[in-house]
T-cell receptor, first 113, second 113 residues
Framework: DAGVTQSPTHLIKTRGQQVTLRCSPK?????VSWYQQALGQGPQFIFQ???????QRGNFPDRFSGHQFPNYSSELNVNALLLGDSALYLC????????????FGQGTRLTVV | GNSVTQMEGPVTLSEEAFLTINCTYT??????LFWYVQYPGEGLQLLLK?????DKGSNKGFEATYRKETTSFHLEKGSVQVSDSAVYFC????????????FGPGTRLSVLP
């Protein structure tokens, strides 16, 4: 049973560019959340998607947007990249919007230069 | 606002030693509390949780008790093994549903044979 898978594993972008990160939830899961983990810090919640809609959002600017597809997979888009966006981006999935037990992927390491 | 504070690492112990990782939180109301663990090269995994005051979460020999009076959720294990080497994150859940977690910065544990 595949767990949460994320792609790519590593990515290097230039300031001002746009990036798209992808996540496939664990089999049977329908809810996806995204987190940003800066070096040496805990993950910070970006947003959660359920039934193809954003349901909860953390304190992140509108440059961060997402999408969930009918097969429950999800994308995280970041526009106008800043150096401070360099981080590990984690995707987590669960079954049901209200479920608090999240299964995390290994993340995408984004470096902005 | 909501925040989580953990003892700074790294923590280095010998096998079979007693482990305590301190965690305190600031929140409005009584949030659910969690410990997540991240083994090398893997995503975060839920270790244990507690949803109300005086609840004790336990799993794989680890325990933590929700202490409302001291706003704490310290992680303990009586006898650590080399395989327990990982980064441990304490977290609270905003809104008590979904996945809008507030994580602490993490504590790295190394257990030596």
């Amino acid at each position: 049973d595949a767990g949460v898978t994320q792609s790519p594993t590593h990515l290097i972008k230039t300031r001002g560019q746009q990036v798209t990160l992808r996540c496939s939830p664990k089999s049977g899961h329908d809810t996806v959340s995204w987190y940003q983990q800066a070096l040496g810090q805990g993950p910070q919640f970006i947003f959660q998607y359920y039934e193809e809609e954003e349901r909860q959002r953390g304190n992140f600017p509108d440059r961060f947007s997402g999408h969930q597809f009918p097969n429950y997979s999800s994308e995280l888009n970041v526009n106008a990249l800043l150096l401070g966006d360099s981080a590990l981006y984690l995707c987590a999935s669960s079954f049901g919007q209200l479920n608090t037990e999240a299964f995390f992927g290994q993340g995408t390491r984004l470096t902005v230069v | 606002g909501n925040s989580v504070t953990q003892m700074e690492g790294p923590v280095t112990l010998s096998e079979e030693a007693f482990l305590t990782i301190n965690c305190t939180y600031t929140a409005t109301g009584y949030p659910s509390l969690f410990w997540y663990v991240q083994y090398p090269g893997e995503g975060l995994q839920l270790l244990l949780k507690a949803t109300k005051a005086d609840d004790k979460g336990s799993n794989k020999g680890f325990e933590a008790t929700y202490r409302k009076e001291t706003t704490s959720f310290h992680l303990e294990k009586g006898s650590v093994q080399v395989s327990d080497s990982a980064v441990y994150f304490c977290a609270l859940l905003r809104d008590n549903y979904g996945q809008n977690f507030v994580f602490g910065p993490g504590t790295r544990l190394s257990v030596l044979p």
